[in-house]
């Protein structure tokens, strides 16, 4: 079945560092892709997606590539903030199936100044 | 504002209570989930509704019922729980297109302790 794996946790840099987190899934088709966050006692915020082969999704400093050759979708950020530590979901689109999201288990960002 | 509001945001029951989340959406979707968050697992899914018809049921134990009244409306209805159902429960919508490229949109979430 569909699954999306990711790092494990929790990832700690300093401000200003080079953020990666490393996604990557199983699918069959082709999914859509995305990057949820959770603040701290707060539900889940759409961060970006996309939904074809070698589409960027980007927002707020924020950056992710479909890869089908490595079925991945690494979230990369080139300077941390502080603001920014908060736990991040990889997750796929089950097309033509109630379109119900498939989440990996989560990556803890702490941020330190 | 995400559009999802569930109530009641915390919520503090004993073993035989009953008691029932709400979530609501105001986004026109058509497709309504129930999740459940527990400390240091991934989300799981519970049930998920299209056009206020259940859809998807994931194994999730009886002591848990949802309802859709409507495509606006899901409640989970609760009963005889155990603590170990303690967790945060989050609502979400979208708009089911069958071609899974809509986002979810998430409300903040019911903590639920079991005592």
């Known amino acids: 079945g569909n699954s999306v794996t990711q790092m494990e946790g929790p990832v700690t840099l300093s401000e200003e560092a080079f953020l990666t987190i490393n996604c990557t899934y199983t699918a069959t088709g082709y999914p859509s892709l995305f990057w949820y966050v959770q603040y701290p006692g707060e539900g889940l915020q759409l961060l970006l997606k996309a939904t074809k082969a070698d589409d960027k999704g980007s927002n707020k400093g924020f950056e992710a590539t479909y890869r089908k050759e490595t079925t991945s979708f690494h979230l990369e950020k080139g300077s941390v903030q502080v603001s920014d530590s908060a736990v991040y979901f990889c997750?796929?689109?089950?097309?033509?199936?109630?379109?119900?999201?498939?989440f990996g288990q989560g990556t803890t960002l702490q941020v330190k100044p | 504002e995400t559009g999802v509001t569930q109530t009641p945001r915390h919520l503090v029951m004993g073993m035989t209570n009953k008691k029932s989340l709400k979530c609501e959406q105001h986004?026109?979707?058509?497709?309504m989930y129930w999740y459940k968050q527990s400390a240091k697992k991934p989300l799981e899914l519970m049930f998920v509704?299209?056009?206020?018809?259940?859809?998807e049921n994931n194994s999730v134990p009886s002591r848990f019922s949802p309802e859709c009244p409507n495509s606006s409306h899901l409640f989970l209805h609760l009963h005889t729980l155990q603590p170990e159902d303690s967790a945060l429960y989050l609502c979400?919508?979208?708009?089911?297109?069958?071609?899974?490229?809509?986002?979810?949109?998430f409300g903040q979430g019911t903590r639920l302790t079991v005592v």
């Open positions: 997750a796929l689109s089950d097309r033509g199936n109630t379109g119900k999201l498939i």
């Open positions: 986004l026109g979707h058509n497709a």
């Open positions: 979400a919508s979208s708009q089911d297109n069958r071609q899974g490229n809509t986002e979810a949109f």
């Open positions: 509704y299209n056009f206020k018809e259940q859809t």
